[in-house]
């Protein structure tokens, strides 16, 4: 099963015209969507079955290193809330109690001031599980928190979600291009104990 998701090419620069000028000294290179045939380009998040951002993954040039930037939509428009700064090709890893391999990543406000500090665990396989643990947030302005993000039902699996009325709402809106052989499928992330989910936006197989 191929997954073709990508978001609309005007949307991509309507936001280079809303990124902060501290975001814009970083160098980014918004080509680097344009030119790969299998990655993920981002997300949108919803709550609640709401549209409530997207995050879009933006390689700085020059250096292995990508960013995302995160676009909260707020009365029909997005606006610029915040850049997650990636790890490197270098970055140092580190194990947990579990024997679990994770990498921090970095939230940045306009201003570059840093707002959280999360726990990327790294994964051996590329189809993920369902509830498995991918990302946990452990520090929000300055206080230890404890939230997990967690992978969702993979498309080809027995629990997969059909998204078809959330796509469709995505692409009258003119957020994303839709080409996937099965229309209302995606991998997916969820915020655990909530009503958020993530879908998944990019170019990928999902066969295991």
Known sequence: ???????????????????????????????????????????????????????????????????????????????FKNIYMQPGTNA??????????????????SNMNLVSTYKQYLRESKFPKTDELHVKKVNEMGNQVDIDYVAGAWPTSKEARDFTNLFKGLEEQKIIVNKSEFYGLCGYGMKKNSDVIYLEIGKYESTE
């Open 92 to 109: 140092d890893i580190f194990t947990d109690g579990d024997d679990n391999e994770y990498v921090y990543e970095y939230r940045y406000d």
């Open 1 to 79: 099963m191929k997954i073709d998701l990508s978001f609309n090419r005007n949307l991509i620069n309507i936001l280079i015209g809303k990124l902060p000028e501290k975001i814009l000294n970083l160098d980014l290179d918004f080509e680097f969507q344009l030119t790969l045939d299998s990655t993920t380009y981002g997300w949108v998040r919803f709550d609640d079955g709401l549209l409530n951002a997207i995050y879009i993954i933006v390689k700085i040039k020059n250096k292995p290193n990508y960013v995302i930037l995160k676009f909260n939509h707020i009365n029909d428009e997005f606006l």
